[in-house]
């Protein structure tokens, strides 16, 4: 290799060495419970940028929190100078898991009972918060036609595709529907099997206090089903 080939192979060694390949695809990421998400979206000059609203126990929050991503290394922008708050995002398929480098750093755009740190995922078209609403009104349909059987497939199939998507209140209300499916298909037993593994009838479940207002009408609603199924 002659040294004008040989200064242009460094040349461009460098270039390439000093430019970072994203690891993270693009696109809106959901928490558990659909209640948080990660937003990671390409700008004009190539840059990938992220963008976190993250809602933990008791209403505590992560409020948008945004910063810079580098391979899967993300920086939160330090405007303010308190320290730099450094991540890794780690991509799996359409899972993105979210892991703090710098605690400390860190905690200081978030509520006491809030987090970036997590597991987030890409919802699948059938478990997006639209197609799980149409699915509700598809199961109400169908329950108020007294087609009970038809309506549990479409309570368990949602239930089944969408666990992750759910928050703690809608999962509940879903259960308690699917329990009274049951029930008017003469089946008490499964009802008050799948009443069992809601929080209401959980005698060791701790809800915040502003989690515990939110449940608290379908908590009524789960506790009358559970005696009507011959829950003691």
Excluded at 198 to 222: C, F, H, R, S
Aim: proline share 2%; aromatic share 12%; glycine share 6%.
């Amino acid at each position: 290799m002659n040294r004008y080939l040989f200064k242009v192979f460094i040349f461009f060694s460098i270039f390439i060495s000093s430019f970072s390949f994203s690891q993270v695809v693009d696109g809106r990421y959901l928490g558990a419970g659909s209640e948080s998400d990660v937003i990671i979206e390409t700008n004009d000059i190539g840059q990938q940028r992220f963008l976190m609203n993250i809602l933990g126990g008791n209403g505590h929050v992560c409020f948008d929190v945004a910063g810079t991503i580098k391979g899967n290394q993300g920086l939160v922008d330090d405007e303010e100078e308190l320290g730099q708050c450094e991540l890794t995002f780690t991509q799996k398929g359409h899972i993105l898991d979210v892991n703090i480098e710098t605690y400390e750093e860190c905690r200081q755009y978030c509520g006491m009972r809030a987090t970036l740190e997590g597991s987030y995922r890409i919802p699948p078209q059938a478990c997006t918060l639209n197609a799980i609403a149409l699915q509700r009104q598809e199961f109400q349909a169908l329950y108020d036609q007294k087609q009970y059987k038809d309506a549990e497939n479409i309570l368990n199939k949602l239930l089944n595709q969408c666990n992750f998507y759910l928050d703690f209140v809608a999962y509940d209300a879903i259960r308690n529907d699917l329990a009274l499916t049951l029930y008017h298909q003469d089946a008490p037993e499964l009802c008050i099997e799948v009443l069992t593994s809601t929080i209401a009838v959980d005698q060791n479940a701790y809800l915040p206090p502003m989690e515990q207002e939110l449940y608290e009408e379908i908590e009524k609603a789960i506790l009358f089903n559970w005696e009507l199924c011959g829950g003691e």
